[in-house]
């Protein structure tokens, strides 16, 4: 019997170590996945100063790094003053035909920028004029041709950049690591409290009795005369 219950304290140590490296791994990798998912947030694979405010064309370097979430082009201004007009008003009278292309001149993606297409981002200060389905990562180059400038704009600090659209779906993994992270500790921690009391009285493995528990070699049961 003794045997079984130091077998069975043994195993609960080892269970318990198990489950606390396992909720210590998954708490490792959300803090990971935490980390590259701000980073990509904060990515932009192109950010170049556009002049809206006349016909032309600008090339600039896209550098595309995520292949499996789509692109938002916007419009980064102050867009000051003009009256009761506000920026998503004042940039419907744009209208910008934006192309990328791989290294080899081959068009991968196009776009229009029009006044169906604008509306207002997450920022402050960017206006959402276009996007991209996702395509894969890459170097590339992007081609505006304003075709339908804004007069308005003339000199206003412009600049069109692209970063990567998500819906908040990214985070299920990361929230989902947590939760088990936190019942993998929970469980390692109950299992050994559970196994300290024996280990702190016996050890791993208890080789003999004790004194006080040892029978009397002199003891026969009754009295001696």
Known sequence: MRKKIAIAR???LILGVLFLYGGYS????RDRTEAEFDELLERRPMEVAVDFSKCGVTTAPFRHSCSIHSVALCVKTPLTGQGQQSPE?????LSATIVITDPNGQEIRRTRIDRISIYRGSGDDEIVVSGFPPFPAG???ATIDVDGPVAALAGENTVLLAKYSFCGCERIGEWFSGVLSTVHYFIGICLLLLVAPGLVRHGF???RLREDEAPNPNSNGGSSC
């Open 26 to 29: 998954l708490a490792v990798n």
């Open 205 to 207: 493995w208890r080789h």
């Open 89 to 93: 008003e004042r940039l419907r009278e």
């Open 139 to 141: 170097e590339y180059s």
């Open 10 to 12: 043994l195993a609960g």
